[in-house]
């Protein structure tokens, strides 16, 4: 007589239920997600929204402070600033992508060789990574750039170069561990080969913690775009691209034009934060044991 | 004997490790340096030279032999210690990096000085009250620190504080000239100036230091507060912690007594690489503050295309970098008695 | 004494009321003292020779303060404001007067009997002839420099007894007196260097480099590369009239926007070579003087060599779409002098001038119809990255400009290293901005320079058979001579006819002061020091 009420078998967290149950957690992560958005947005159609022509110059309009007309005001030339911040979102997105994904992979596939197969592949990779990182990061750019000249491909293989080390050893250690374990062994006495065994079962096990360094290593890339920008070696002009930008506009600031530099400042900053919240964010999703 | 010392042993087989790294750096640095545009013969040669004496100068310098052969004389050069001759300073290499480097390495301690100062607090702050807005408060402004670039930062401090208010010194350099920097003992004026007693010196070195300090701290704060933050996240939830919180002792002792200590290693480990990074960061900071070291050196040296400047700089940091890898690694046995120099 | 007390005495010294100064916000500058005055600097010296190889420009500031020529110019007011040398009055400096043969092939100078080096040796004609001597033998931009003024071989230079220096010429020019009044020819103790000569160094260079031996009003006081330099007075000067201030420092700072925040709040007196645009804006508050440099143009250089170029309706019409208004207030900020909109009658020889050119796209789009080239093409724009401040607005302006009259540019970035090499040495660029200035002020010698063929600054790689002959003929000519004017009335034509460079405008130097007075402009574009006080 005992009350047979079907008890209700406890929800399977999913994985849409645990991302959300981090977003709610940590507001903070919610809000990157938001700006995240907002940027891909204005990357894909911001060119085509934007009030004023980017490369439009005016030059008896030139150096006019914030208006309703112009809303971040006018640069030395007479070109809207808004518009160029708005435009440079597409060109700084890309660079920052195209050269953490061409690192990611190459990273990837050498760290993979290196910690699957070890031994001669793992000490040469080991050596080379510990030459390119004895290098202080932006000189070894800086050098990259001045050497090959600066185009924007160039700065994307520099860039992409020096962030590579973190990748291949992240997965080569990543590789490594798993190397041996039990369903290794076990997909590879089905019949895998090497490569099959590789790509399937090791290597996705790999990817949550370079999603992380994924993030972070977007928001750096558009840093040291800007920093090669602000001695010389950035983009060519007129190209809208925030780290010209803001290193062409900081010679305005102390004669008291400043919204050149602080606006695509702001951006910049905003881009580079978005960045790094947004890895915070997945690796409390990714393994909750890392948060930092 | 060897076996009878093995923190001796450890430290020998580091060195050796890093040979082939330094053998890699300068092939690198060679090759890069080869690719760079201009030609120092044209420089050299002076304004106003036509094609004849350009060819002249490149003879003279050697520049027409082949890459190996001026690669073997580069290395036979180096093994001599001779980094060769500075295009636009005229001086030796060497000499020019002697000067400069203490600057720098001035600079970007005292910024890291700075930033454990304020970071590791921070990091503890926000690890004691995890999830609270006071952690998120933490996070948001650390990250804002390093979301910005630092000549952004730099420029922007000096605008307010030197322009506006009037209270941080003319960013000059290293030293107002009216006072005579202190007799070089380290190069580093705040050392050499205590050294000296000479406390009017010291005051108008560590005025010129504070706002290039700053703008470099605010940029490695957030490595280091993250790390402070999840090492102690993950010392205070271990057994060890536990049990002394159980035995009833007082919050402060846990918290820098043990968890604190166990925690040291990541922090230090970050810092190591902090520096390193904060010195590549220094370029950008030098130059807005015309800052006397080696990062605006270089940059100098790389836009006019200065061969033997930007092989020594590269070759300078390099070597730097595999000296604090080596003090760090020692610096672990130190903290961390648990990792031992024996086999694995 | 231990080397603190001595220490501890200079500073008290050096400037007066040392202990005040750390409080330097709270007082105005003129409280600093009138013995020292700062001058903050974009560019960095990089050799206290001139006549070293690879010194830069910035360093011969060193050679004009630190050593004595034989002869100077004078001084004359500048319609604006502000002092600038007068290339017209020649005026004694190690000289204290000189003859001229009647022939013109000999030049007597006799020296000033207690001019002395800063060890306290005589300066003696032979003195005079080593350095001169040195001046021809080093080769590249001091030896072109002295050849300009016909002084080529160690052999014109003769030392008849210590008070008395000979020049033989090979022929009469009128170049040859102002030739030796520009920072190349200096006097060097040569008893000095000698002794610091080496059988591999015979003109020490090595020594000079890091420790001049002169007899200049200023002596180095110290020299930190990259950093500061510190002159430090020589009273013993007979060169001119003894400088005011007894310590001049020469600080190094790159950022052009902590400069100008330095100058602003008068912790440095003299900013030097300003961008144009902190002149503009520094004018209300500040001394600023805006000097217009002479016999300096800015222009766009369309090369010959380049196809369409080749055709004169395609490089009139680019004259007629180049916005020239917008460019002097973009990149000059109004400073220089504007040299469009001019007539097409020539009816003087004063240079620079204004060209008939303006800006009328209407008009350039018919030269264009003309032309073999009405479809338009592409073409690069090179500008250089050490110019960037005047000639990137100054490209992106023009670029927009010619692609309304169907030419497609893209601006192309030189770096520094690399621009004197493609512009002037290999002249491979298609279409270019040029700023060359001729240190001696005569158009015969800037048309020397820019327009002869083959020659350094004619980066367009222009020939013009009657171009050639009139330069030969009134390069060397006295500027008085019935034939001199004619001859340059025509040269202006021909080549304000065919446009190998098309002047833009005239730059300006622009220095602004905050406490200093005296300021006088020059040729060489450098600070003289000498002239400087407090005020």
Known sequence: MSDTTSTDLPRQEGTLDHVLYVLRANPVTLIAFGMFAFLILSALFGPALVPYDPLATNASNALQPPSWAHWFGTDQIGRDVFSRVIVATRLDLTI???AVAISFVVGSVLGCIAGYWGGWPDIILNRFLDTIMAFPLFVLAMGIVAALGNTVENIIYATAIINMPFYARLVRSEVNIRRDAGFVRAAKLAGNSDIRVLATQIFPNALPPMMVQVSLNLGWAILNAAGLSFIGLGVSPPTAEWGIMVAEGANFIVSGEWWLAVFPGLWLMFAVFTFNLLGDGLRDIVDPRKRT | MLTSFPRLRAILLRLAQAIPVVIGVVVISFLLTRALPGDPAVYFAGVAADEASIEETRVAMGLDKSLPVQFVRYVGDLLQGDLGQSLSSGRPVATDLANRLPASLELTLTALILAVVIAVPLGILAATRPGTWVDHLCRVVVTAGVSLPTFFTGILLIYIFYYLMGIAPSPLGRLDFIYLSPDHVTGFYLIDAALMGDWETWRGAAKQLVLPAATLALFTLAPIARMTRAAMLTALSSDYIRTAKAAGLSNGTVLYRYAFRNSLLPVVTTLGMVFSFALGANVLVEKVFAWPGIGSYAVEALVVSDYAAVQGFVLAMALLFVALNLVIDLLYTTIDPRIGFGAQ | MTDQTSRRNFLKMGAAGASMLPFLRALPASAQGNDTLVVVTGATINSLDLHRTGTNRASYQVGINCYDRLLTFGTKEVPGNGLSYDYAVVEPELAESWTESDDGLTLTFKLKPNATFWDGRKVTAADVKWSFDRAVSVGGFPSVQMKAGGLERPEQFIAVDDETFVIKLDRPSKLTIPDLAVPVPYIIN????????????????DYLHTTPAGSGAYKVARWNPGE?????RNDDWVGGPLP?????????VSSPATRRALIERGDVQVAFNIPDKDA????????????PVENCIHCLCPNFSFEPFQDPDVRKAIAY???YEDIFQAAAFGRGLPLWGGSEKITDTAWPRKTQYYTDLDKAREHMAKSNHADGFDVPLSISLDLASWMEPTALLIQEALGK????????????????????????LPLHLENFGGWLNTPDYYFFWAYKDGHLFNSSNYRNEEIEALVDASLHMPMDDPEYAPQIKRMFEIALDELPRIPLYQPALNVATNGAEGYEFWFHRQLDARVLKAG
């Open chain 3, 405 to 428: 009259i169907g030419i497609n540019v893209t601006i192309e970035k030189i770096p520094g290293a690399n621009w004197r090499t493609a512009v002037l040495v290999e002249k491979r």
């Open chain 3, 280 to 291: 503009a804006e520094l004018a209300d508050s500040l001394d600023v003087f805006s000097t």
């Open chain 3, 228 to 232: 500061q330099l510190v002159y430090e």
């Open chain 1, 96 to 98: 920052s992508v195209a």
């Open chain 3, 321 to 323: 779409a180049v916005p």
């Open chain 3, 244 to 252: 005011t201030a007894k310590r001049v420092v020469i600080r190094e």
């Open chain 3, 190 to 205: 040569s008893v000095e260097a000698l002794a610091n000569a080496t059988e591999d160094d015979p003109w020490a260079l």
